[in-house]
T-cell receptor, first 112, second 115 residues
Framework: KNQVEQSPQSLIILEGKNCTLQ??????????LRWYKQDTGRGPVSLTIMTFSENTKSNGRYTATLDADTKQSSLHITASQLSDSASYICVVSAAAGNKLTFGGGTRVLVKP | GAVVSQHPSWVICKSGTSVKIECRSL??????MFWYRQFPKQSLMLMATSNEGSKATYEQGVEKDKFLINHASLTLSTLTVTSAHPEDSSFYIC???????????FGQGTRLTVV
């Protein structure tokens, strides 16, 4: 069964600090992995998308890594800002049928 | 990225009535649209996939007669929650994907509250 597990479920960090979110998956055959940011009451917004051959991708202060061998990904937030408070969702796409498997998300709260 | 617009952003309806939610792709033709439901503090759950001009494919456990999906054009899909009940209160999100594309873009979501 295709699964995506994210950790931690939630975390609180101080403004200006860095943090790293984890994503482990068992989706096969793998097509791509995406990280989304979802503000409360809004739809998800894409941050990064990585295919099998890519092991790192940045979008401003967000840097995602992918280890396709261990089926792990991480999202690193640098110099966090209050506006980074949101849920971050890891989504893996299977090559067959292009079906998406969603992780449970990590809720990040940035405090001043 | 491409723009997907949902309407309304929020709606309150009485129990037993029906509610229609629209999902539009504003700057591309969406051959496939997806409808999700999201309960508080949970991730998105796929309800159904619709391809333009054909019947929607529903996920297991989703009642097709209760959640009517229409995808009559390449830029518009609608989800109608029929005979809504309080337990249908949720956040409904659509996403749209163009032909041959791998990425789907999400709408801003619709908060449905059934009282």
């Amino acid at each position: 069964k295709n699964q995506v597990e994210q950790s931690p479920q939630s975390l609180i960090i101080l403004e200006g600090k860095n943090c790293t979110l984890q994503c482990n998956y068992t989706v096969s055959p793998f097509s791509n992995l995406r990280w989304y940011k979802q503000d409360t009451g809004r739809g998800p917004v894409s941050l990064t998308i990585m295919t099998f051959s890519e092991n790192t991708k940045s979008n401003g202060r967000y840097t995602a890594t992918l280890d396709a061998d261990t089926k792990q990904s991480s999202l690193h937030i640098t110099a966090s800002q209050l506006s980074d408070s949101a849920s971050y969702i890891c989504v893996v796409s299977a090559a067959a049928g292009n079906k998406l498997t969603f992780g449970g998300g990590t809720r990040v709260l940035v405090k001043p | 990225g491409a723009v997907v617009s949902q309407h309304p952003s929020w709606v309150i309806c009485k129990s037993g009535t029906s509610v229609k939610i629209e999902c539009r792709s504003l700057d591309f033709q969406a051959t496939t649209m997806f409808w999700y439901r999201q309960f508080p503090k949970q991730s998105l759950m796929l309800m159904a996939t619709s391809n333009e001009g054909s019947k929607a494919t529903y996920e297991q456990g989703v009642e097709k007669d209760k959640f009517l999906i229409n995808h009559a054009s390449l830029t518009l899909s609608t989800l109608t929650v029929t005979s809504a009940h309080p337990e249908d209160s949720s956040f409904y999100i659509c996403s749209a994907r163009g032909a041959g594309e791998t990425e789907a873009f999400f709408g801003q979501g619709t908060r449905l509250t059934v009282v």
